[in-house]
T-cell receptor
Framework: AQTVTQSQPEMSVQEAETVTLSCTYDTSESNYYLFWYKQPPSRQMILVIRQEAYKQQNATENRFSVNFQKAAKSFSLKISDSQLGDTAMYFCAFMLKETSGSRLTFGEGTQLTVNP | GAVVSQHPSRVICKSGTSVKIECRSLDFQATTMFWYRQFPKQSLMLMATSNEGSKATYEQGVEKDKFLINHASLTLSTLTVTSAHPEDSSFYIC????????????FGQGTRLTVV
């Protein structure tokens, strides 16, 4: 079974600064996806960024980037130029690249607060 | 992007009654839908996975007779909480996947169920 661990229950950052959220996972498989989802106070789950395990290049989406270390099974999210709207719960998630029925395994979440 | 609509967003029901939550994929055909439950400040807990036209697969510990899932079409899945009790009060979220498009799942807005 796969597990995802987020060791930082809460984090805060000043507006315009950079913050990194940590995520580690455990799997014996080699073909999978990793995701970061954001859940703002509205509780709508929003995909922030996706990484395919076979791709060595770290994914980036505007101000969001990841540091994917496959051997270490680490997948951290860096948010640059933090904005007030980035305040949300962030979930790291893992999914095997098997079939359409593959499930997402979520970490416990990190509550990020961006302070003005 | 793909849109998943979940209805209702909030519902209050009396103990012993049943309540149905709908999850619709508005602009794509969802081969697989997932139902989650989320307690305050916690992660998403997968309840069941459903494929169109077949019975849902429930996670261990989830009562299938209490949480009835119907995935009757490629655009609609329903979750019925039967004989609801106060302990069923929670936030329920659905997500849908359209085939195998980069593994991405799209989430509904969630339903806050309160049983009184």
């Amino acid at each position: 079974a796969q597990t995802v661990t987020q060791s930082q229950p809460e984090m805060s950052v000043q507006e315009a600064e950079t913050v990194t959220l940590s995520c580690t996972y455990d799997t014996s498989e080699s073909n999978y996806y990793l995701f970061w989802y954001k859940q703002p106070p509205s509780r709508q789950m929003i995909l922030v960024i996706r990484q395919e395990a076979y791709k060595q290049q770290n994914a980036t989406e505007n101000r969001f980037s990841v540091n994917f270390q496959k051997a270490a099974k680490s997948f951290s999210l860096k948010i640059s130029d933090s904005q007030l709207g980035d305040t949300a719960m962030y979930f790291c998630a893992f999914m095997l690249k098997e079939t359409s029925g593959s499930r997402l395994t979520f970490g416990e979440g990190t509550q990020l607060t961006v302070n003005p | 992007g793909a849109v998943v609509s979940q209805h209702p967003s909030r519902v209050i029901c009396k103990s012993g009654t049943s309540v149905k939550i709908e999850c619709r994929s508005l602009d794509f055909q969802a081969t697989t839908m997932f139902w989650y439950r989320q307690f305050p400040k916690q992660s998403l807990m997968l309840m069941a996975t459903s494929n169109e036209g077949s019975k849902a697969t429930y996670e261990q510990g989830v009562e299938k007779d209490k949480f009835l899932i119907n995935h009757a079409s490629l655009t609609l899945s329903t979750l019925t909480v039967t004989s609801a009790h106060p302990e069923d009060s929670s936030f329920y979220i659905c997500s849908a996947r359209r085939g195998w498009v980069r593994g991405e799942a799209f989430f509904g807005q969630g339903t806050r169920l309160t049983v009184v």
